[in-house]
């Protein structure tokens, strides 16, 4: 068995930064959408759990209902940040899936 390297480890964690920078560079360029209620909202998020737009269908914008409107909205928000979130997980394991120690994963690097 060879000898640790403490220079080749640090190398590694220094290559990994790198990459999960530019990883977090593509995140927020990549937009993922949630529609709830049949269509009648669509949320748009970032890969970086940022919400960009919400459209609302004319028939779900009833002032005398709108509790309607407010729990399509809150649903649309957190469907939209759960694919975001499945996104960005998917992207960091891509960088750091082979040079991470078992059972760890980019998120614990603080990303």
């Known amino acids: 068995m060879g000898k640790f390297n403490m220079a080749d480890l640090f190398g590694k964690v220094s290559s990994i930064q790198q990459q999960i920078a530019v990883v977090q560079k593509n995140l927020a360029r990549i937009q993922v959408s949630a529609e709830v209620g049949g269509g009648m909202v669509r949320v748009t998020a970032t890969g970086t759990q940022r919400i960009v ?32 979130a499945r996104k960005q997980k998917e992207e960091m394991q891509s960088v750091a899936g082979g040079l991470l120690p078992p059972g760890m994963d980019a998120s614990q690097l603080g990303v």
Do not use: K
């Open 53 to 84: 737009d919400i459209e609302f269908e004319p028939e779900v914008v009833n002032p005398d209902d709108v509790e309607l409107l407010r729990e399509l909205v809150i649903a649309g928000v957190n469907r939209a940040l759960e694919e975001s």
